[in-house]
T-cell receptor, first 114, second 113 residues
Framework: DTEVTQTPKHLVMGMTNKKSLKCEQH?????MYWYKQKAKKPPELMFV???????INESVPSRFSPECPNSSLLNLHLHALQPEDSALYLC?????????????FGDGTRLSIL | DAKTTQPPSMDCAEGRAANLPCNHS???????VYWYRQIHSQGPQYIIH?????ETNEMASLIITEDRKSSTLILPHATLRDTAVYYC??????????????WGAGTKLIIKP
């Protein structure tokens, strides 16, 4: 069982739709992360939030828009996605951004773009 | 670029110890080594991490060579549920631009009955 909860587990959307992915953790962690993972590849970092402020954006296209409403929640808003954006989207959290404590991952949202 | 090199796949018999090697010859003195695994259709699961001393927890042991250029993850009594992709990761130095996990390609470990 993971302590990072992601919803929905699966999402199918058209290229003109708007949808959101949600992530929640109640471990008191102050750093939260979004990763994208294509099949048979390691995760790729997309965004990092530290103390609810965007700390890192790894040159992600603007059709992906992250939001951190509070210290326990992280959203990823999706709009006008392309078929190549189909992937597993993973959320993770850690105690702090700069410490050596590990990141803990959710089980991801599997996204398919039609 | 990945800072680690792992064999792409390994087999191990159920009940035996699984020893997964990792090379990280360019590791800096203050960079930690982390191990994660990913079972099919799940998110990565943290296993263990260390800097220079050997570490042990309820899941595994981590043996780091004295020169820190390589390490071995040991699963003492492998079960079928340990079949997964195992990632050895060096965390970027605090002087790096993003101080984040730098993932390699991982080792696909298959536990056979």
């Amino acid at each position: 069982d993971t302590e990072v909860t992601q919803t929905p587990k699966h999402l199918v959307m058209g290229m003109t739709n708007k949808k959101s992915l949600k992530c929640e953790q109640h471990m008191g962690h102050r750093a939260m992360y979004w990763y994208k993972q294509k099949a048979k590849k390691p995760p790729e970092l997309m965004f990092v939030y530290s103390y609810e402020k965007l700390s890192i954006n790894e040159s992600v296209p603007s059709r992906f828009s992250p939001e951190c409403p509070n210290s326990s929640l992280l959203n990823l808003h999706l709009h006008a996605l392309q078929p190549e954006d189909s992937a597993l989207y993973l959320c993770a959290s850690s105690q702090e951004l700069m410490g050596n404590q590990p990141q803990h991952f959710g089980d991801g949202t599997r996204l398919s773009i039609l | 670029d990945a800072k680690t090199t792992q064999p792409p796949s390994m087999d191990c018999a159920e009940g035996r110890a699984a020893n997964l090697p990792c090379n990280h010859s360019t590791i800096s003195g203050n960079e930690y080594v982390y191990w994660y695994r990913q079972i099919h259709s799940q998110g990565p699961q943290y296993i263990i991490h260390g800097l220079k001393n050997n570490e042990t927890n309820e899941m595994a042991s981590l043996i780091i060579t004295e020169d820190r250029k390589s390490s071995t993850l040991i699963l003492p009594h492998a079960t079928l549920r340990d079949t997964a992709v195992y990632y050895c990761i060096v965390r970027g130095s605090i002087t790096d631009s993003n101080y984040q996990l730098i993932w390699g390609a991982g080792t696909k470990l298959i536990i056979k009955p």
